[in-house]
């Protein structure tokens, strides 16, 4: 019996027709179950995990751009951007904010570049959607720069009215014009509560103000024989304080930077 002749093409076809057919909900669900990113947030492939919430995950990229640099994403599975729901797309902003922040301070790093490779032809490599946190010092040599070049004034005017045009079509009449007493308004409005907490990058912001210390009763001392005789205190086996501490050995740049950083 001779058997069909099936070819990498052939199957290759036969995926792209299954994928033509699927619901947006389907084809998430299988590109969920390709995704490494999603095994990754699952826990089924080790990380070096740094945050993680409800729902945004944060792990050290395993090739870095520069020591420290962090991969944000959420944990459903999005593709690109126009994907994600604002309410999560403003969410994940959040925390790359204050995972920036903690990265000036606990690497103490100069300056940090955050991007987003949104699509292929942007550069995007990985199908999950996610955001690039990167340390910067002088001189680090990181290949970020953008090259500037010259445009003359009416292919810009062209452009603008082109995006103009698209901005009054998707978002409506208005958004076009700077609204300075909008701007006010938002300015003075309390801010909007984070449905999320936030336990770990709270603690980095907000200082718990120092309780005022109860001083405790004096001990009684009791003077016999010309001596003063006061209670004996129990050594503590705890951490002293000015005590030098064990360094741990046998740790990589990764397990130590997400130290620092207080993942896992």
């Known amino acids: 019996m001779l058997k069909p002749n099936i070819t990498p093409d052939s199957k290759m076809a036969e995926l792209q027709e299954k994928l033509k057919k699927m619901s947006p909900e389907e084809l998430r669900e299988f590109q969920k179950k390709q995704c490494v990113f ?20 944060s792990v050290l990229d395993i090739n870095p751009a520069n020591l420290g640099h962090m991969l944000l994403m959420p944990k459903e599975h999005y593709s690109i951007m126009p994907q994600v729901p604002d309410a999560d797309l403003k969410h994940l902003f959040k925390v790359a904010k204050s ?54 004034k009416e292919s810009l005017e062209k452009i603008r009215i082109q995006l103009s045009k698209k901005v009054e079509e998707l978002l409506g009449p208005g958004y076009t014009e700077f609204d300075t007493k909008s701007v006010q308004e938002r300015a003075q ?13 709270e603690a980095e912001y907000t200082e718990p103000k120092a309780e005022p210390k109860q001083q405790k009763e004096q001990p009684k001392t009791e003077l016999k024989k010309g001596h003063l005789k006061s209670p004996r205190k129990k050594e503590s086996k705890e951490f002293k304080k000015g005590e030098p ?15 620092v950083l207080g993942g896992n």
């Open 38 to 57: 999603c095994q990754i947030i699952s826990g089924k492939i080790p990380s070096k995990k740094v945050y993680e919430d409800a729902v945004s995950f």
């Open 99 to 152: 995972l920036s922040s903690i990265a000036l301070k606990g690497l103490k790093a100069e300056g940090t570049s955050i991007f987003i490779a949104n699509g292929a032809a942007a550069g995007q490599r990985a199908t999950h959607f996610m955001v690039h946190i990167i340390p910067r010092t002088q001189d680090d040599h990181v290949p970020l720069s953008i090259p500037q070049k010259n445009v003359q």
């Open 189 to 201: 409005a309390k801010p909007e509560s984070n449905r999320f907490e936030q336990p770990i990058l």
């Open 245 to 259: 501490r064990k360094e741990t050995t046998g740790e990589s740049s990764l397990d130590e930077i997400a130290r």
